[in-house]
């Protein structure tokens, strides 16, 4: 790792002149130059490492960071913020035009023309061309290939140059660079909230901000249409398809900060335009964003017709096809899991659904058993990658993810569709709580004519991350068949993670005798602690020292803190700056780089936090950081242990430490121990099916550490968040 030299820690300044760009990334802007400090020999130049869109020898510069000896590279001023001007000095003008920076001028013709202008040289350039022909061997094709070259060059550097005058960093400015090209300023003038749709990474509060600098009225019209759909998109963001009208229009009075009166004539507009569509569902006018209430419509359309057809798997005995099967397997079904499996095979779509013991793996393990006897061909998915592992160990069935199946191309989209079917007889989705509703639509959609599904999952879980409340709005509309399981089976009983999250979703504190019954594993605890600074004191021994210790589970890679929050004491950010410290501190090899607020170092466990489809990494997925190279800049990170991504510094806002990750990150996922912090900190999110989903993470020990009163009123606060969707309603009514 990099090292702050003695005696020059701390910021420091410097200027000085572009001697030789040693390397420059276009797509992040991570630079390496030799530069000489102002008033030094052009020999006592000096490493400068940062990022900057464009740079080019000559070009003079100043810097605010910090000098580091790297282990490799030695003494290196490593710059936080990076300005470059033009050169104004004759060398530095000469070096600048000769660098190969502008099509048509190379070393000899930027000698001639800086002989012929001297320091006017710019002047000429910006404002009279046509004097270059003044310069032996530059004619008019010449002249003109060096001024549309110049034009396009100060273009980039008007478009960084703007956008570092509104406070958007270098990584931010070459994202929107790279989208707008040379309209980014006038996109940017016009309409500055266009960058929260378009741009990731920038929202509303940054375009809002950016809008406010150049003048916009905060009740302008514009302002309050752009603000509408942030309040959507942040709606959806925590999982809703929609808002009730009056509710969206008080969310965005009070978000944009305007009085009553200003909000509802926008919004009329905004209907009038289809920007946005209202709709009655249930009774209640809602407001959604177009792309979601077209995504219920279509998974609505689809399952109302689906339900309606007769099942086409060849004509199966279900009681002699069981019995081949107990004789196959050796395994004795229960009769509720016959009557599952029976339900199963003669239904065209069906829902499985039941908590942890109830034996759905084994009801999914005799279809496919059944079913793969008479040639039927079943795809199998989940939502997550975890998730679609699982389920392959557990069937013996490759798996994927519904993104694979699917097909999901780079930019969005997905290659499976109404017009390129799937490719099978039977869909079957596990972890269906999960699944959102764009990617259900999705999913119907490429269903094969004769196509099947059968979604399998616990609907007493927490919701999807995304928008929609599919699995659970299907079982309410009483429209496609259920079968919900609820006898755990006597090895599954002997579990006290099992007992404990029935006890939970039944509304109950987990209770169990200090002394184990014959039988019984002891693979849940609760350790009261009184407030937050001890349970945090008692959660990072447990981490790093007790259970290590005891179980000989690794720290890092066998035990996952799960949190309900991402803000306060135990939340993510502080319970992962924390670990990370005790876990994987800083060594003197162990290479580091901060960026967006989060420092990463080389075997920390982190997590993807949206779907990057170029990567082909998904919001939920785990992976540790392989290798980080500083030359090029690039975090290499491995997933699922095999699968090796390379993140430019600009994508690592797509990326956080996961040494402590919520329980809504968890779900679909599986860890040896689970370990979570129970406060009345995380007040707001202390939900029955927030801490239900949490505890059957765990697959050989739970622990939760903190305040039983806490537990006491999550187990008591049920359904707390409603979700506000339309499909329930479109399903029930058509």
Not at 371 to 377: N, S
Not at 439 to 460: E, K, Q
């Amino acid at each position: 790792m990099t090292v702050p030299i003695h005696g020059l820690s701390g910021e420091s300044r410097l200027a000085g002149s572009v001697e030789t760009v040693i390397y420059h990334n276009e797509q992040n802007g991570y630079t390496v130059m030799k530069v000489v400090p102002e008033k030094a020999r052009r020999e006592d130049w000096v490493t400068v490492v940062g990022s900057l869109p464009t740079v080019n020898p000559g070009e003079d510069i100043q810097a605010r960071g910090e000098w580091v000896r790297d282990p490799v590279h030695g003494r290196q001023f490593r710059a936080r913020e990076i300005a470059a001007f033009t050169p104004k000095s004759i060398g530095g003008i000469e070096r600048f035009l000769g660098g190969g920076l502008i099509d048509g001028i190379g070393r000899e013709y930027a000698s001639r023309i800086v002989k012929k202008f001297g320091t006017g040289v710019f002047e000429v350039l910006d404002q009279a061309s046509q004097r270059l022909e003044e310069v032996e061997g530059i004619g008019p094709k010449r002249r003109r290939q060096i001024r549309e070259s110049w034009q396009r060059q100060r273009g980039v550097r008007d478009v960084m140059v703007f956008l570092h005058s509104q406070g958007i960093s270098t990584a931010r400015a070459l994202r929107i660079y790279k989208t707008y090209q040379e309209d980014a300023v006038r996109i940017l003038r016009e309409n500055p909230y266009q960058l929260a749709r378009d741009i990731a990474g920038v929202g509303f509060r940054t375009a809002d901000a950016i809008a406010r600098g150049m003048g916009q009225e905060p009740e302008s019209p514009a302002r309050i249409a752009a603000g509408l759909a942030w309040v959507l998109d942040t709606a959806a963001e925590q999982g809703h398809c929609a808002l009730l009208r009056a509710e969206l229009v008080e969310r965005a009075e009070k978000a944009l900060e305007i009085g009553p009166g200003l909000v509802e004539p926008v919004l009329d507009r905004l209907i009038r335009e289809a920007s946005l569509e209202m709709d009655q569902c249930g009774g209640e006018t809602l407001i959604f964003l177009p792309e979601l209430r077209a995504a219920e419509i279509k998974a609505a359309e689809i399952l109302r017709r689906l339900v309606q057809l007769p099942s086409e798997y060849p004509e199966i005995d279900v009681e002699k096809a069981l019995a081949w099967c107990e004789r196959e397997t050796g395994q004795v079904l229960g009769g509720e899991q016959r009557q599952a499996v029976a339900a199963s095979l003669h239904s065209r779509v069906l829902v499985i659904t039941g908590g942890p013991g109830v034996g759905k793996t084994t009801i999914l393990n005799t279809v496919l058993r059944i079913l793969g006897a008479k040639k039927v061909r079943s795809l199998l998915c989940a939502p997550t990658g975890r998730a679609a592992k699982r389920l392959s160990e557990s069937t013996g069935h490759e798996a994927v993810t519904l993104h694979r199946l699917l097909e999901g191309e780079p930019r969005g989209g997905f290659k499976k569709n109404l017009e390129h079917p799937l490719q099978g007889d039977l869909v079957v989705v596990d972890e269906g709580s999960m699944i959102d509703i764009h990617l259900f639509a999705a999913l119907l959609a490429a269903l094969p004519r004769n196509g099947h599904l059968l979604l399998v999952g616990d609907s007493d879980q927490l919701p999807s991350v995304g928008p929609g409340s599919v699995l659970r709005d299907i079982i309410d509309s009483s429209l496609v068949p259920v079968f919900r399981l609820t006898q755990i089976y006597r090895q599954a009983g002997q579990s006290r993670i099992i007992r404990a999250a029935h006890a939970i979703n039944g509304g109950h504190v987990p209770d169990f005798p200090r002394q184990a019954a014959p039988g019984e594993r002891e693979d849940y605890f609760f350790l009261p602690r009184d407030d937050p600074p001890a349970i945090l004191d008692t959660l990072v021994g447990l981490v790093r020292d007790r259970l290590p210790r005891k179980y000989g589970f690794d720290a890092a890679r066998d035990i996952q803190v799960l949190t309900p929050m991402n803000r306060n004491l135990l939340g993510t950010k502080n319970l992962n700056q924390v670990l990370q410290e005790a876990l994987n501190p800083p060594g003197e090899w162990k290479y580091e780089i901060e960026r967006f607020g989060v420092t990463f170092r080389t075997g920390d466990k982190v997590i993807q936090t949206r779907n990057n489809y170029d990567h082909e990494v998904f919001n939920g997925d785990i992976g540790w950081i392989r290798e980080i190279s500083t030359d090029p800049l690039k975090i290499k990170v491995v997933f699922d242990g095999l699968r090796e991504v390379a993140y430019e510094p600009g994508e690592l806002d797509e990326l956080q430490l996961a040494y402590a990750i919520t329980i809504h990150k968890s779900q679909g996922s599986e860890f040896a121990c689970a370990v979570i912090p129970v406060s009345t900190q995380h007040y707001v999110m202390l939900q029955r099916n927030l801490f239900y989903t949490g505890v059957t993470r765990g697959k050989k020990l739970v622990v939760l550490v903190g305040e039983e009163k806490a537990l006491a009123l999550a187990v008591k606060t049920a359904d707390s968040q409603k979700r506000r969707t339309g499909l329930r309603a479109r399903l029930v009514l058509g």
